[in-house]
T-cell receptor, first 107, second 114 residues
Framework: KNEVEQSPQNLTAQEGEFITINCSYSVGISALHWLQQHPGGGIVSLFMLSSGKKKHGRLIATINIQEKHSSLHITASHPRDSAVYICAVRSGNQFYFGTGTSLTVIP | KAGVTQTPRYLIKTRGQQVTLSCSPI?????VSWYQQTPGQGLQFLFEYFSETQRNKGNFPGRFSGRQFSNSRSEMNVSTLELGDSALYLC?????????????FGPGTRLTVT
């Protein structure tokens, strides 16, 4: 049983397209994180959410606590956005991770 | 401020050996968490320390252990290495002990067990 499910697993987009990555979770959470991992392994924390919506540049993250669902949107996608995007939730004393969405943006 | 640093960055060990990995958090951060990432299992939570005390632990066998020092630097140890322990080990630091606060990740240590 996976506490966090992400979709799609893989995504290819043309530069400039609007992208949405979805995350559903089955546990009660104190926070949800969106992470970005580039080839080579380094992870960057993009957003931490407990309610509502956050925006940073071309990235927007939303969360619906009642529906246990979050989305990460990338507007005007760029090849440098190519990475794996991982949804993670903090539930009690544990951290659960989605399997990631591999995004490739083609010029 | 310098970011989270991990040493070594790459490591090759043989089955049955033990290994110690080190993590230095961002200056002023008192909480350190450790994670294992493998192609098969993805990212998994190992444990979390705050002010030298283990606060939380993931579902890993006792071969995996850790500690945190008074300067907030943390080490994790894996004894009796198995092939399946080959992974990227990541640590992350955060400022306080609020469970839902922002984390900053290090570059990871890539461990290969042969």
């Amino acid at each position: 049983k996976n506490e966090v499910e992400q979709s799609p697993q893989n995504l290819t987009a043309q530069e400039g397209e609007f992208i949405t990555i979805n995350c559903s979770y089955s546990v009660g959470i104190s926070a949800l994180h969106w992470l970005q991992q580039h080839p080579g392994g380094g992870i960057v924390s993009l957003f931490m959410l407990s309610s509502g919506k956050k925006k940073h540049g071309r990235l927007i993250a939303t969360i619906n606590i009642q529906e246990k669902h979050s989305s990460l949107h990338i507007t005007a996608s760029h090849p440098r956005d190519s990475a794996v995007y991982i949804c993670a939730v903090r539930s009690g004393n544990q951290f659960y991770f989605g399997t990631g969405t591999s995004l490739t943006v083609i010029p | 401020k310098a970011g989270v640093t991990q040493t070594p960055r790459y490591l090759i060990k043989t089955r049955g050996q033990q290994v110690t990995l080190s993590c230095s958090p961002i200056s002023g951060h008192r909480s350190v968490s450790w994670y294992q990432q493998t192609p098969g299992q993805g990212l998994q939570f190992l444990f979390e320390y705050f002010s030298e005390t283990q606060r939380n632990k993931g579902n890993f066998p006792g071969r995996f252990s850790g500690r945190q020092f008074s300067n907030s630097r943390s080490e994790m140890n894996v004894s009796t290495l198995e092939l399946g322990d080959s992974a990227l080990y990541l640590c992350a630091s955060r400022e306080g002990d609020r469970l839902a606060s922002e984390q900053y990740f290090g570059p990871g240590t890539r461990l290969t067990v042969t």
